[in-house]
């Protein structure tokens, strides 16, 4: 029998060992078994088929290795990770890339300086007669120290014993330290600032600092960093200089040292070493228990100590737990198993390790000021930092305050990438909880910022859109549910289709972000980087950029629609996401017509969505009471036939493709020609798809499309048409009547469209007729006539009358409200196309209108209940009530919301109780009415009579609108409507109504109000109102005060008349404003104004002489000149459309020069910005470059509207300009005959300068005493008495200033000091002419 190897034998030995044993060819001890390769099949492992080993060596064998080398073709080049982050571009210098990507350690540490060790002690290993170091046991070191770190383990703790232990015996005796328990004010045992004044030196009793303190080691500098053997020992030395510099200061440049560090220092870091100083403390109490030395703290100070550094300041509130608590020793008693005896390894227990397995500690029961970690529940409900809550709820399994409930979101995203599908599920679930109440404010006072601002930040968009391309059903439903929290609003889609059958309530803002803030980035570049980029600026920016601005469009770049097609095609999920990625792409067709283009451009997108979610046909057990829908592919679904109809709103070109191409016409005709009773679905689904049905059809009838389907469904709608009277009694007790009467409301929106394209047919024809083959291409005739939809309105006006008579029920009337607005819409809209048809009979048409009017519409005026709506205008009113538009509290300007979260008010414009749809239809009618027949006009003037019109009217035009959001442009575009109405019909009145002139003011302020208010889209208001109310007499009785002043003076020619009207228009247009309107002008700047009127002066060579154009022009100066808007002139400030004042004001100057003929008015405008508190640059280029113009510059003093002091004072203190003004004056281009006004300035500041005898540079007075001595010598007599003896500035003298009779004591010895002359006193005034 073979014997084993033992102690001491060589490798020959093993040899010789194994080569008996192979000879022996005994059995191996131990049997190595191979298993079946599954992958080979039934085969087993193929062992078999390997050849058998041709001698005894020992041979290794790879499985699936081939036993001839392969041929070494050339591999595939390698392609790096790194290549597409770096771009390069052609001009780029090599030498200067190389630098900036440099990542040499030369380039790390740039300068480097060693450490002095030439005076370090340097000690031998102690010799031993072994080969290597010799082995020790840890049961041999006696000495169990304590290190400074606490989660040290066993082995590692007697290493650090061992070593301590050897340096004790190898360092030399330079420094003996004791252990002290008093604050040492060192960088590295930083206190609070509090405390540092009281004691920052253990002191002696003469306030000094006891030589003989140090510490038993540092609290920061360690030396764990430097990884020798030394280290403790270098840490040990720089400590030993830290407290040698501290000895050598006094406690006043400790203090001061202390206080400059805290200042520079960054707090956290602060609080660092402050936590820092509380272990090392603790610990060394551990290690050396004992009385405290005198002069210590008390365990109160103690206390206070870890209070500072847990509070981190003054000012808030104490916490009832402290750090030490924290901090505190583990003992045995504190863990809920106790460690047994019999336990392997358990005779030395480190309770560090064993920490987590105790009780968690008790939350705070205090707050504080300072803030805190917010935590939320599964359900994204946020959880006080107080809650105390029980374990098994599963909100404790985090790292961070292991004491508090809840996770943070920061949790939660970790969760989000987590390897097990349900952590992964639930963090998305929970995240979208949080969004969705985020969304509703209920964060708003308890968080500081935005939730959702701050998820977006984080990367929360992209984190959902990587969790779409999950492999995992419930990953995706949970990524697509949170998706649907951040983009969609329900009630923002339920307040939009209750808006639908408004009056051009279809048409909808996009919902497209404000790309301001994009726009200014665009601003930085050049003109030539703007022009290539400007089709693809957002193709080249990164998804995050694009999404920083707009979330729909930097998910569209992420390829998120088709993804989504493909969750439906493929994956095919549950019926809630369906609908969530249904009310989604609903979203994203909102945002824009580009938008639109890409749903449609989505491969096979919108084909899986008409096939799967809008068949022809179904399994009818979908309608059976209590059947599970387990799938809704293949079933009918109104919110598809929703998101088709939003897709059709994107334009005329996306309903032509949706029709045509996904043949929705036969869709259309099935979901409509069937009653929804009839529909093989649950009653409300039934309903909500037929009236989303006509919905889609109305739309496409407003682009003159599917007309078609009308004479095909013809007996249909008349059907519909004839129940419309009875569906209040048939359907006041069943619960889907709201429903019903949202289908009324969209079937009579369908007809209101169909009319209102047939009534277009007539003309389209008649054009189509008369075009000739160079017209071009003609609109066709839409398949639809007026004789086809005439006959609806007896149908509808008898809806109507019925309604009507229910206005007096409260009840009844707020459910029927809606529909009977649709009528009323209708009606306006029949009335003002049949006039333009030319088989209208004019008589049947204006006996119509009669007795409309007679019998409904008067009727219903005079009803108490209209009285009460009018007075609901004003508390309604967004105008009114501007609070009505905020944005919601979690509102980004990213993610466009109408702020419908948690649903309107009742009072408002867009609540249940607001009139502002029915009363707008009404004046819609009402005014359509009149327009056909003008002898009806004074039947309608209670209109203007009600006062509560009249109060809504009063506060709505003075107050500041609300400021422009999708959501307040959404709301105010459907009161200016309201307001153009009333308007519409005051200017039919103003003219045949002899009791109108009381409302003509009133009005007029409204007009122009509403003309500064206007959103786009509605141009056609604003033209209408220019046209027939802003420059309308009966509005403005004295409107035509300036006309009389055009007549006077002849006319010159010399332009184009056109050019001559339009800015006379606009002269007349600006001048009526500021005078009766100014309110409407308020946020335009003085200077914007002066600068735009002095461009009348750029337009044409003589524009300004042209009579009406210079009257009006003078009759704005003089507004402009009044004291209190001098007062508000700041030229400085930066102007709307010019580069600087001081550019059009050199264009100014170049223009007087050349065609002015000295115009007193064109010479005011030129002086007006001279004023002494504006830039001297306008001066001196007056007196230097354009010198000529003080020749032309003869404006009269008595007719110069600015007064004298606004130049004269304060002194000029520019020496170049003084010294401009000297010259002028001297050299006699400067005269008062020629420029009075710049004369008389001119000669105050030179007076003022010579005079001066306050202290200034050398420079200043030499140039004074020298301007001084030139104008004693001046040889014209009358400028030096000018000079010499000015006084004061006065516009009636003729030179316009005052002269003193006699120089003043001071002056006269001033002037004799400096010319050394006695000059002639009491030296009488002669006549200065």
Not at 152 to 169: L, M, P
Not at 837 to 854: A, F, G, M, W
Not at 1164 to 1175: A, K, N, T, Y
């Amino acid at each position: 029998m073979l014997s084993r190897p033992k102690p001491g034998e060589s490798e020959a030995d093993l040899l010789r060992f194994q080569n008996q044993f192979l000879a022996a060819r005994a059995s191996p001890a131990v049997k190595v078994v191979k298993k079946a390769d599954k992958r080979r099949g039934a085969g087993g492992s193929g062992d078999e088929e390997r050849p058998p080993l041709q001698d005894s060596r020992d041979v290794v064998i790879l499985e699936d290795f081939p036993d001839v080398l392969p041929a070494l073709t050339p591999a595939p080049p390698k392609k790096s990770k790194f290549k597409n982050a770096c771009v390069c571009f052609n001009d780029e210098d090599p030498e200067e890339r190389l630098e900036c990507q440099d990542r040499h350690i030369t380039a790390v540490f740039s300068k480097i300086i060693e450490r002095d060790t030439s005076t370090a002690a340097v000690t031998m290993p102690v010799p031993t007669g072994d080969p290597f170091p010799r082995a020790f046991h840890r049961s041999e070191i006696k000495n169990e120290v304590k290190v400074e770190s606490g989660r040290k383990s066993i082995f590692a703790q007697k290493i650090a014993a061992k070593r301590a232990a050897e340096e004790a015996v190898t360092a030399p005796p330079a420094v003996e330290t004791r252990h002290t328990h008093g604050r040492l004010a060192v960088p590295g045992a930083m206190c609070s600032p509090g405390s540092a004044e009281e004691e920052p030196l253990h002191s002696t009793k003469d306030g000094k600092p006891d030589d003989g303190v140090s510490t038993q080691r540092p609290h920061i500098i360690t030396g764990e960093g430097l990884g020798s053997l030394e280290s403790e020992r270098e840490a040990l030395a720089i400590h030993e200089e830290n407290l040698q510099k501290l000895h050598s200061m006094t406690q006043e440049e400790i203090l001061q040292e202390q206080r400059r560090l805290l200042v520079q220092l960054d707090p956290s870091l602060v609080a660092f070493l402050k936590s820092r100083r509380g272990v090392d403390e603790g610990q060394e109490r551990r290690e050396k228990p004992g009385p405290p030395e005198p002069g210590t703290e008390s365990q109160h100070g103690a206390k206070e100590t870890v209070k500072d550094f847990s509070v981190g300041g003054s000012g808030m509130e104490e916490s009832v737990r402290t750090e030490k608590d924290t901090r505190m020793e583990i003992t045995e008693v504190d863990l809920p198993i106790k460690p047994q005896k019999e336990w392997i390894h358990m005779n030395n227990v480190e309770f560090e390790k064993l920490e987590w397995i105790k009780d968690l500690p008790h939350p705070r029961q205090k707050r504080t000021k300072k803030g805190m970690q917010a935590r939320f529940s599964l359900k994204g409900e946020l959880i006080p930092p107080d809650a105390d809550l029980p374990t098994h709820l599963g909100l404790h399994h985090h790292g961070e305050e292991a004491e508090r409930a809840g996770y943070s979101l920061q949790e939660l995203f970790h969760l989000c990438r987590s390897q097990i599908i349900q952590q992964r599920t639930l963090a998305l679930q929970v995240l979208g909880r949080v969004v969705q109440k985020a969304k509703a404010g209920e964060f708003a006072s308890s968080l500081k910022g935005s939730v959702l601002r701050l998820l977006l930040d984080a990367g929360f968009l992209f984190l959902l859109r990587f969790s779409l391309d999950d492999t995992v059903d419930n990953v995706i439903a949970a990524s697509v549910w949170a998706l649907h929290a951040l983009l969609v609003s329900p009630e923002d889609e339920e307040y939009l289709d209750q808006t639908f059958s408004w009056y051009q309530g279809m048409a909808v803002f996009p919902f497209t972000p404000n790309s301001e803030e994009e726009e200014e980035e665009e601003e930085e570049l050049t003109l030539m980087e703007k022009k290539p980029r400007k089709k693809s600026k957002d193709e080249n920016k990164p998804d995050p950029d694009v999404a920083r601005y707009d979330v729909i469009k930097g998910l569209l770049k992420t390829q998120f629609l088709h993804r989504l097609r493909y969750i439906l095609e493929v994956v095919r999920p549950v019926p809630a996401v369906v609908l969530d990625i249904l009310d989604i792409l609903t979203r994203v067709a909102r945002h824009s017509s580009e938008a639109c283009s890409q749903l449609l451009a989505c491969p096979r997108l919108i084909d899986t969505i008409v096939r799967e979610f809008l068949p022809i046909q179904w399994d009818p057990r979908v309608a059976e009471p209590g059947h599970l829908l387990t799938s809704l592919h293949g079933v009918a679904c109104a919110t598809a036939m929703k998101l088709i109809r939003v897709l059709a709103s994107g334009g005329r070109n996306a309903t032509a493709r949706l029709l045509n191409k996904f043949e929705l016409k036969s869709r259309l005709s099935r979901f409509i020609a069937e009653d929804p009773r009839d529909l093989p679905l649950c009653r409300e689904e039934a309903i909500r798809l037929s009236t989303e049905a006509f919905r889609l059809w109305a739309v496409a009838a407003g682009y003159g499309q599917s007309c078609d389907l009308y004479r095909d469904l013809y007996p249909v709608l008349v059907k519909i048409l004839q129940s419309l009277p009875h569906l209040l009694s048939d359907c006041q007790e069943n619960p889907t009547f709201p429903l019903s009467i949202q289908r009324a409301t969209a079937v009579v929106t369908l007809l209101t469209h169909v009319t209102q394209t047939a009534g277009c047919t007539a003309e389209l024809q008649a054009r189509l007729s008369s075009s000739g083959p160079g017209d071009g291409e003609q609109i066709p005739p839409p398949p639809v006539t007026w004789n086809q939809v005439s006959g609806l309105r007896p149908f509808l006006e008898t809806s109507l009358r019925r309604s009507v008579q229910e206005i007096s029920r409260l009840e009844t009337w707020q459910a029927l409200q809606p529909l009977t607005t649709t009528y009323i819409i209708y009606l306006g809209v029949y009335y003002s196309v049949c006039s333009q048809q030319p088989s209208l009979n004019p008589i049947d048409c204006l006996e119509e209108v009669e007795r409309l009017t007679s019998e409904v519409l008067l009727p219903l005026l005079s009803q108490p209940a209209m009285h009460s709506m009018w007075d609901l205008l004003r508390p309604c009113s967004a105008l009114c009530n501007p609070l009505s538009c905020s944005p919601a509290p979690e509102s980004l300007p990213s993610i466009v919301s109408l702020s419908c979260t948690g649903r309107k008010p009742l009072m408002s414009l867009a609540g249940s109780k607001s009139p502002f749809p029915f009363l707008t239809a009404l004046l819609f009618l009402i005014n359509n009415v009149t327009h056909i027949h003008k002898g009806l006009v004074s039947k309608y003037t209670s209109v203007l009579d009600f006062k509560g019109l009249k109060d809504y009217l009063l506060q709505s035009w003075p107050t500041r609108p609300p400021s422009i959001t999708p959501s307040s442009a959404w709301i105010l575009r459907h009161e200016y409507h309201l307001q153009y109405f009333v308007l519409a019909l005051a200017q039919k009145m103003a003219g045949t109504c002899p009791d109108y002139a009381q409302h003509a003011s009133l009005h007029h302020c409204v007009a122009m109000a509403l003309l500064s208010r206007l959103l786009p889209g509605s141009e056609h208001l604003a033209h209408e109102l220019l046209l027939g109310l802003a420059f309308n007499p009966e509005f403005i009785p004295l409107y035509n005060k300036v006309t009389g002043a055009e007549t006077q003076g002849a006319v010159l020619n010399s332009l184009p008349p056109d050019l001559v009207n339009t800015v006379t228009r606009n002269l007349q247009w600006v001048l009526l404003l500021e005078t009766w309107r100014a309110r409407v002008l308020q946020n335009i700047s003085a200077a914007a104004k002066l600068a735009r009127l002095m461009c009348v002066f750029l337009t044409g060579g003589d524009l300004f002489r042209e009579g009406p154009v210079h009257c009006y022009t003078a009759a704005l100066l003089a507004l402009y000149c009044q004291p209190k808007v001098l007062d508000s002139l700041e030229l400085d400030s930066p102007l709307p459309g010019l580069a600087s004042f001081h550019d059009l004001y050199i264009s100014v100057l170049e223009q007087f020069e050349g065609v002015s003929f000295g115009d007193p008015l064109f010479g005011v405008f030129v002086l007006l910005p001279l004023q002494r508190r504006f830039s001297v640059q306008l001066r001196l280029a007056v007196f230097g470059e354009h010198v000529s113009t003080l020749r032309a510059l003869g404006v009269p003093l008595k007719q110069f509207p600015v007064p004298l002091e606004r130049y004269t004072s304060p002194p000029e203190d520019n020496l170049n300009l003084l010294r401009q003004y000297f010259r002028t004056l001297v050299t006699g281009v400067l005269r008062h005959t020629w420029c009075p006004v710049l004369y008389a300035v001119a000669v105050a500041h030179v007076n003022s300068f010579i005079f001066s005898q306050d202290s200034t540079t050398q420079e200043a007075d030499t140039a004074r005493k020298s301007m001084l001595r030139k104008t004693w010598l001046l040889v014209d007599e009358v400028l030096k008495k000018h000079l010499l003896y000015y006084k004061v500035p006065n516009p009636e003298s003729p030179m316009g200033i005052d002269l003193y009779e006699q120089l003043p004591p001071i002056r006269l010895k001033y002037l004799q000091m400096v010319t050394k002359k006695e000059p002639k006193e009491n030296m009488q005034m002669s006549d200065p002419e």
